[in-house]
């Protein structure tokens, strides 16, 4: 779905997701420092949170799938064309597998919240699998697109991406197109590798605040994406082969990830200033009957 | 051994090892979940169970290094052709070369379990380190491979593969064939640095289950690649130069992935269902003995 | 501001940088180990130090941001020439957003410190990105260099750049200045890669002083490279274009390292030295008293 | 000194350090696994090992540095030549500078055993740092050679060296020489690591015997190269454009690692039965006397 359309959905999904999750782990982490306030936010309160998310999360990719297969333009569930002898609408097919790792995150995020059976990790090590195929899958479709600039260059010097540094000897409209999916390649990437660290550093507020900012700004990258390459109707075109534009997208996208902090941090304090001044109103007595509760609760949750 | 029965044999051994895998570890942390069922899966049962491993391991490679050496068109031990001043059957002692490094994870595995005398994560290190030599020389056959589609483009322009974003300037028959190895990459290099990262983090069983995961995946993609290069008699050919075969076959490899993902998470479902069912049937009080005889074994061990 | 005077100001900043941490963390590591002289350095004389540390980080980067915009051919907050349709002084734009995140990661060290709301090693991931993001600011500049250099050589060939491995291709002007800007990326990615590793080993003295070790060359190399692209008048201009003038400068990087760790070294050994003599004249009572004080206020802190 | 003692003099000192640590190491780590023979080898022995060892790196290095600088045709600390306007004896200064690095790491391992004022790891960063700097120097040299094989070839295209992922489009005589000291990149990168991540493991024996291998392996593939490169008279000379001879001299080294994995298994084998048969020997009243005075020595050590 290469329209504005197709780039602004799964950025809400992705912004969503950001702040979601700085919400979740600032409460979190704010009931973990201040331990005597079980009412509020309990490990069975967050456990549900977790459920919730994963349900979400699952219910999400599979409406996605389906809207991928059956789109009006859509492949149907057929993937070979015997008639032309050709594989039909792979793109289609591409998102749907993409939505397919999500789904498999969610569901094992189920899995392990609601079963006692599955590892304690699992889910992050999903999640990690699900955001590394979405990179690859951009990574993938940057290079696919290399070939056709660089046949329009003259002297058939190829262009080389690699890593993370990246020549720009394109020319012609792709350059700026090419550039702005691999600038999203860094959130993307970023988010993966800090989902695996958590595999190792479970809990680590740092962590799932980055990854919760790097949510973030995948949110906010691909609506950009959308309004330079797909301009809505009245507002001026972007000249693509510009190397001007390129430089101050750049720079844009450094402004993009300074918005995410400040937005994670905002969310990060308000969650933060809730739960004090909560706590502060709380009779210590009542909550001294809570606690004991709570308490047998956690540590059966902890064996 | 470029024909189908080289990769089906490779892939099968894999695929076995994987689901090996996944069975021994996912009932070592059943186990360790479930400390009262001492009398299903002791230190000592698994400690026998890893004999098992390395001794199949280090036959398997033996075997191997044999096969590739005396089958009817093989070197014969004979590494230089002084009648042409040539070195001979350079494929064959390069293979015969990786079982090598297989066969001394295995003999290592061994001395680990066996005696007393080597440090504990040594098996890891050899298995990492023969996984990384095969990845190694399967990157560097793919790189042998890319001169001659270079020579066959028009301008000269070199191929580059980098890391694992790689373009894909290839044109001709080949650009399949370097694809799918390529692809395998993933599977070998990811293996490597788990097993590597095993080495700091023993027995945590995400790890385990990851290296169970990507050496089935390894299995299954060994079999893929068979069926496209060499396919059998009277299935359909796979047109090697086409783009759009390139992108399915991608896509394909993220289905085997997912694939890989559900068997081990079966393995591990059966092996937990397992283990618990027979924990509720052992009556209480006999395992009370079992569990003193038990101790004392284990606590050997740990020192 | 592509001068001598662009590049010996940050120079100086970072120079300055590298052995205040030296000092800082020399300190903070002395006391450490001779926990019984609470009066010379204790927590709340650390905290007070982050706290100037954070205020003038803040404040230089403010200065840096109004420098940059307010110059006399600065852009004036003008981000877009409507007249020329046309970015304004893209390479100011730029600049101030790098001093943004090093202000960033000012702030966040005043919140650590002030308040006790904000986790622990944040302030080492917000400078971690804030030299990830100088980096790429840099190595982005070296990228968009090369196709001048390339246009003026012959075939049209592609110099490639990749990860720390460069090619040597260039030829003409820009060759020495490309090569003194990519040795400074060790320094720039070296020290981001040290401050994140930080996040998990925080308080290692090795990571702290590595971290300082390479501000400081990073320090020394902002004046080399004034020093060679822009010689003060009266002193000898290089020969950007000859092969033996980029050997000697990679040797002289060496020896620009070698300095600093010897400049550190004899920071650590200083402070190290002053601390133990303060340390042998303290008389024992009195400090038992203090010790009793500064034990409520570490325990508080610790808490 | 390109020439065949140039690449064998290094390649003793590298053979017999590995050997030597295996010896160190193994001896360490017998000695912690058997605890109650002090009077074998103590911490106060260890660190006379430790002492001799930073000695010996010391001193070789320097008489490397005062070799490289007054050999007949060195520089004699002479750096530019002012008749012509040139560098001197570039090469020599570039080989010095690496020594001085291993200086600077033998005279941090006797900081940190003769004093107490030097935090533990420092030695091993030191040692790493040597090793990255050699490890450049090794590829740096490699790209300068790229260009003149670039040149020869016929359509300019360039030949890419990425990350440890070659592209052999080497024509002419320079390409076996590019491929052998690319392959020792792995043993000096890897050794590099290795010694980074003792910072974070320290008296980890499997990375310490690792690096062991490493350079036991670094030290047997200088001999290959002085061989392959410059035979001594007698011998055969090597085609250095055959892309065979490339073939096999890959696996070649793959040969060197496994022989020096069986030289250090053989020398831990040897230590640990030595440890072990002189253990039984000792009376055991007798090391009760031994132990007390030790274990006030390692406790003392330990503070």
């Known amino acids: 779905m290469a329209n504005f359309k197709g780039h602004a959905l799964p950025g809400t999904f992705f912004l969503i997701g950001g702040l979601w999750w700085a919400v979740k782990y600032s409460l979190y982490y704010a009931t973990r420092k201040n331990r005597n306030l079980g009412c509020l936010a309990s490990k069975a309160v967050l456990r549900r949170l977790e459920i919730f998310e994963g349900s979400v999360m699952l219910s999400f990719s599979l409406i996605g799938m389906l809207a991928e297969q059956f789109v009006p333009d859509g492949p149907q569930l057929r993937l070979y064309d015997y008639g032309s002898h050709k594989w039909d609408h792979l793109m289609n097919w591409q998102h749907a597998t993409m939505y397919l790792f999500f789904g498999l995150a969610g569901a094992t995020s189920l899995a392990v919240h609601l079963t006692d059976i599955a590892p ?26 290399l070939p056709n600039a660089v046949s329009a260059f003259s002297h058939g010097t190829p262009t080389i991406s690699v890593g993370f540094l990246f020549l720009y000897h394109l020319h012609g409209r792709d350059m700026l197109d090419v550039h702005v999916h691999q600038l999203l390649l860094y959130a993307t990437f970023g988010g993966a590798l800090t989902t695996f ?5 479970r809990g680590n507020i740092l962590l799932e ?14 609506w950009q994406i959308g309004f330079v390459l797909y301009p809505p109707a009245g507002m001026a075109e972007w000249n693509l082969s510009d190397h001007n534009n390129m430089t101050f997208i750049t720079m844009c996208y450094c ?5 995410s902090l400040f937005a994670i941090a905002g969310v990060y304090g308000i969650v933060s200033w809730v739960v004090r001044s909560r706590l502060k109103r709380t009779p210590t007595m009542e909550m001294g009957l809570l606690k004991t509760m709570e308490r047998e609760q956690e540590s059966e949750d902890e064996l």
């Open 209 to 222: 605040l980055l990854r919760a900012t790097l949510a973030t700004l995948q949110g906010t990258w691909f």
């Open 120 to 145: 304690q990790a699992l889910d992050r090590m999903l999640l990690g699998i699900a955001l590394f195929i979405e990179g690859r899958h951009c990574s993938y479709k940057v290079l696919s697109m």
């Open 255 to 259: 402004w993009h990830f300074c918005f």
């Open 197 to 201: 660290l958590e595999i190792f550093h």
